[in-house]
């Protein structure tokens, strides 16, 4: 079992920035891909980055490409999403996840989620 804790949220203006943090119990932190969600009220939950098992990869959606960045230290085991030039449209409950199995297709572990908010 894998618990994820995420923190770092909070309240930011257009444009600001913000780091967040996912926590991971367990030794086997390095084995596991990790990426974040988020889910905005009325909406579905949405991919927006993730990082491989060493951090050598990363994915991004488009909506954040260029303006957020994923990164992980597999010695703190802990996943990081910086994300800069913060829109309103980014305002979202942000959830970490970790994949077990990068060929299963699925996201085993997940955190309760952090709220960003991102001012007009």
């Known amino acids: 079992q894998v618990q994820l804790v995420e923190s770092g949220g909070g309240l930011v203006q257009t444009g600001g920035s913000l780091r967040l943090s996912c926590a991971a119990s367990?030794?086997?932190?390095?084995?596991?891909?990790m990426g974040w969600f988020r889910q905005a009220p009325g909406k579905e939950r949405e991919f927006v980055a993730a990082?491989?098992?060493?951090?050598?990869?990363?994915y991004y959606a488009d909506t954040v490409k260029g303006r957020f960045t994923i990164s992980r230290d597999n010695a703190k085991n802990t996943v990081y999403l910086q994300m800069n030039s913060l829109k309103p449209e980014d305002t979202a409950v942000y959830y970490c996840?970790?994949?077990?199995?990068?060929?299963?297709?699925?996201?085993?572990?997940w955190g309760q989620g952090t709220q960003v908010t991102v001012s007009s």
């Open positions: 367990g030794r086997t932190f390095s084995t596991y891909g």
């Open positions: 990082v491989s098992t060493s951090g050598g990869s990363t």
């Open positions: 996840a970790a994949e077990v199995d990068a060929e299963a297709g699925r996201w085993d572990y």
